[in-house]
């Protein structure tokens, strides 16, 4: 089936450690995104991909990391600058021509 | 600057009755408008969605209605059943402006709607 795996479900990492969430997706889809939601609020664009080896920040990117090596993968590093990592992340992705997005399952990351 | 607005934290309804959950946007460079479903530990589904050169669109049970002039929109769901029962969230996209990057989403806050049985 098509669709969007995030790995880990649940993550935890000790302060001051950077940690890598996975986004694979078999849609065949130009962009992907990463998206960030904290309680009570909405989701937040932390960086997003339109193609292959390009990338762009979003609202929220610092203390974050991408890379885009392949069309199926965009990898997030959550580095140890960023000062309240603590949050659900979602990453989406949309195809050339598509009008919306579809998202992930999300990965709950918990500093300790 | 919060660009998209949901005002309205929760909405509660009687199976059967009809659902409004209302969404404002300030910027007038947003072409498309999307909104989401979300359960709690897990991503948003898409719903419907309604482009900036149309004033509804309706998919079944669910009716989205676009007021230009007036920054506004809205989602109809009618009728209301509990497995509605979820977080409701407006989307707006600069649409083909953005390149191809539909997915580049600004978010309300999102609504809890919950249909007592």
């Known amino acids: 089936d098509g669709g969007i795996t995030q790995s880990p479900k649940y993550l935890f990492r000790k302060e001051g450690q950077n940690v890598t969430l996975s986004c694979e997706q078999n849609?065949?889809?130009?962009?992907m995104y990463w998206y960030r939601q904290d309680p009570g609020q909405g989701l937040r664009l932390i960086y997003y991909?339109?193609?292959?080896?390009?990338?762009q920040k979003g609202d929220i990117a610092e203390g974050y990391s991408v890379s885009r090596e392949k069309k199926e993968s965009f990898p997030l590093t959550v580095t140890s600058a960023q000062k309240n990592p603590t949050a659900f992340y979602l990453c989406?992705?949309?195809?050339?021509?598509?009008?919306?997005?579809?998202f992930g399952q999300g990965t709950r990351l918990t500093v300790v | 600057d919060q660009q998209v607005k949901q005002n309205s934290p929760s909405l509660s309804v009687q199976e059967g009755r009809i659902s409004i959950l209302n969404c404002d946007y300030t910027?007038?460079?947003?072409?498309?408008f999307l909104w989401y479903k979300k359960y709690p530990a897990e991503g948003p589904t898409f719903l419907i969605s309604?482009?900036?050169?149309?004033d509804k669109n309706e998919d079944g049970r669910f009716t989205v209605f676009l007021n230009k002039s007036a920054k506004h929109l809205s989602l109809h769901i009618v009728p209301s059943q509990p497995g509605d029962s979820a977080v409701y969230f407006c989307?707006?996209?600069?649409?083909?402006?953005?390149?191809?990057?539909?997915?580049?989403?600004?978010f309300g806050q999102g609504t809890i709607l919950t249909v007592h049985p």
């Open positions: 989406a992705s949309s195809g050339r021509g598509g009008t919306e997005a579809f």
């Open positions: 849609l065949n889809h130009d962009a």
């Open positions: 991909s339109q193609i292959v080896n390009d990338f």
């Open positions: 910027n007038s460079m947003f072409d498309y």
């Open positions: 309604i482009s900036s050169i149309k």
């Open positions: 989307a707006a996209s600069p649409g083909r402006a953005g390149g191809t990057s539909y997915g580049k989403l600004t």
